[in-house]
């Protein structure tokens, strides 16, 4: 199997995860899944862990996610201490594996849980719990006993839809949102404590409201998709081609018209001006990574950070 390592400003390769992580520093991001909607083995679809003095932020939760969660973790992640799950967007490499996700986190003792994300966001999460109803009754009833409450599942779910910019405090950090351009509305998070920073862009093309968001950022979690320097992107799809009902619907549905990702020279001028410490690229294609040519778009953009490829499980200090 390949295997991606870290490149810029670190000449030892990746270190082996710890026995369970993230614990190792007070602050720090996971790569939980680093792929994008291409099947693979080798890379569950977008799932972002932030991790502030043993409580989780869960940013977006891909397919594959919730396995590559217990995997990185040895077997034994602990999916109740996760405090919120926050969507970028509704794409399904964003966001199927969140109702696995919240059962392991419900039926292991998760409690109260916050949910944010674009409107509907509270419309997911009720019509999983309606379609599954009869299932989530009989589990918990065979858990009551050992104290199961309906509580971040059924009851305690505070949810929090995010239309435009916003700022709000999240399991001790500090959040702020911005909009960024994608297919589908999707928003940008920005997440501080003690003076540290992370920034998690999901899917955008260019746009200057990452560069705010991302300004000096210790560590930006970026769409690295897909485009590698000198590759053609996709033509755009033609909406009117489908019939009306099929066609994305108002601000939040989407627009397929605008381009999905950024290309590596445009991120590239992003982190350089926006003066992140710490670019770590992923929603990677499957396939081996040409770090060396990438690498090299850094440097002539004038990006004297560092730069790390997303691998599943990679856990890196903020
Ligand atoms: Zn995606």
Not at 82 to 94: L, N
Not at 141 to 148: F, I, S, T, V
Not at 247 to 256: L, N
Not at 286 to 299: C, H, I, S, T
């Amino acid at each position: 199997m390949r295997r991606v390592t870290e490149t810029t400003g670190c000449p030892a390769p990746t270190p082996a995860l710890p026995d369970h992580y993230p614990h190792a520093t007070a602050f720090s991001v996971v790569t939980v899944g680093s792929g994008n909607p291409w099947p693979s083995l080798e890379r569950a679809a977008a799932c972002t862990l932030v991790q502030f003095r043993g409580r989780y932020v869960l940013v977006d939760a891909g397919n594959g996610a919730a396995n590559s969660m217990l995997r990185g973790a040895h077997g034994e992640f602990p999916c109740r201490d996760i405090a919120a799950v926050c969507f970028t967007h509704f794409h399904q490499d964003h966001s199927t594996d969140y109702f696995d996700i919240v059962t392991n986190r419900w039926l292991t003792g998760g409690g109260p849980l916050t949910l944010v994300g674009p409107p509907r966001v509270g419309a997911l999460h009720a019509f999983l719990t309606d379609f599954y109803r009869d299932d989530l009754a009989y589990r918990w009833m065979r858990e009551a006993e050992r104290g199961l409450t309906g509580a971040g599942m059924f009851t305690d779910v505070q949810v929090r839809e995010v239309a435009g910019p916003d700022s709000f405090e999240l399991a001790g950090l500090q959040v702020t949102t911005a909009e960024l351009t994608h297919t589908m509305y999707d928003v940008g998070y920005r997440f501080e404590a003690a003076g540290r920073s992370v920034v998690v862009s999901g899917d955008t093309s260019l746009d200057e409201r990452l560069v705010e968001l991302a300004r000096g950022a210790d560590v930006l979690v970026m769409d690295g998709d897909e485009r590698w320097p000198g590759e053609l992107g996709h033509a755009a799809p033609r909406p009117e081609a489908l019939s009306p009902e099929y066609r994305p619907q108002g601000r939040y549905g989407g627009d397929f018209t605008v381009r999905a990702h950024c290309g590596i020279e445009e991120i590239a001028d992003m982190v350089a001006r926006a003066g992140v410490k710490h670019l770590v690229l992923t929603h990677l294609r499957p396939g081996p990574v040409d770090e060396d040519a990438v690498r090299a778009v850094y440097v002539a953009a004038g990006f004297g950070g560092r730069v790390s490829f997303a691998r599943d499980g990679l856990e890196i200090d903020v």
